[in-house]
């Protein structure tokens, strides 16, 4: 199939450009002025902003066991509305991604019923219990991109050592949730002025900088690829910065709803404000902000945790951690940071869709000849609501619902099929 984009404003080498792009089956075939080949379906993207499509290396799609909150398809429907063509499944599934099996599981369910690409991620340790390395070499044969055990953490410093070792031998980053459960213990929000207003348990910032600290040593010693997920402490940032100007091979993310809000959110007890790390200090989002401005943290990630309302519906101690993200990312950040001038556009796509498609070494995240037509139109002067009704995934627990933001993406197209038209 042939599909030509007509009179698009493009990013291409970090810059805009007029111009068409025809894209013949899944890769871009040319990028130039006033292409008058025939095609199959002709979109004229006027006014409109072409980029690259988003890559999510941090999500959940709760498939298999707990697809009451999500599952493959209308996880992957809503990241294609979201302008997402490639998207990362943690293995905090029911039962764990820990084995071949799992992940060939996920990549059958995918390749099926997927509206985007699904790469997997498997288990650092068996079950997520950090107590025994999972199958990793058999899973890479599989192809997973990376190991975590995300939602838990390994506590025990010689297993994770171990663990990067052996993954550091099948060229495996290893994502790490960090979390020392002694130091968050029971706590619901950040600790600090607002959960002792509250009344509520506090998780200190201490609680992943330990965990970072030490995961930065073990990586310097093994020489393995750490990245550090959902980064939310401005000394996380901090540390992160250090390591990577010693040269430690450490590569981060952090997510937009850690990037916009702060705990000041959680003064109304709403749930949907509830995740781990915590959302943390102004102090804190702004430490993000420079991180990302100043290229220590290099991607951003949604963290997509759906939960059904009959959880969220609860007491705040009783609610589970955990925000959903796909739909809201792009338009969220533009809205609230962008057109606040706080970052750059393009500083943006190059974290939504640049360097983490770089770093999960895709044909994708630019437009040009031979790529992957991974490809995103987007309205910049168009809003979208944010509510229950206009929410594509399966859970509907949003931060940012009852907004209106600007950024609407118009068509996705992933591998050269539309995965996502606004107008259909």
Sequence with gaps: MKILIKNANAYINETWVDTDVLIDNNKIARVEKNIKDDADKIIDATGKKLIPGFVDLHCHLRDPGQTYKEDIHTGTKAAAKGGYTTI?????????????????????????????????????????EGKEIAEIATMKEGGIVAVSDDGACVQNAKLQSNIMLYAQNFDIPVIVHAEDYNMAGKGQIAGGKVATKLGLAGIPALAEEIIIARDIMLAESTKCHLHIAHLSTANSVDMIRIAKKEGIKV???????????????????????KCKPAIRSEKDRQALIQGLIDGTIDMIATDHAPHADFEKDKEFDFAPFGVIGFETAFAGLYTHLVMKNLISLELLIDKLSVSPANWLKLNAGAI?????????????????DINKNTILSKSKNSPFLGETLYGKIDITICEGKITYNADE
Excluded: W
């Design 368 to 384: 040009e000849v031979g790529r992957c037509a991974d490809l995103v139109i987007t309205d910049l002067n168009k809003t979208i």
């Design 251 to 273: 590569t981060t993310e952090v997510t937009p709803h850690h990037l916009i809000f702060n705990e000041e959110r959680l003064v109304s007890f709403d749930t949907n404000f």
């Design 88 to 128: 990362c499944a943690m293995p905090n599934t029911e039962p764990t991604i820990d084995n071949i099996g799992e992940v060939e599981y996920v990549q059958r369910k995918a390749n099926d019923l997927g509206l985007c690409k699904v790469k997997v991620i498997g288990a650092s340790s068996k079950k997520l």
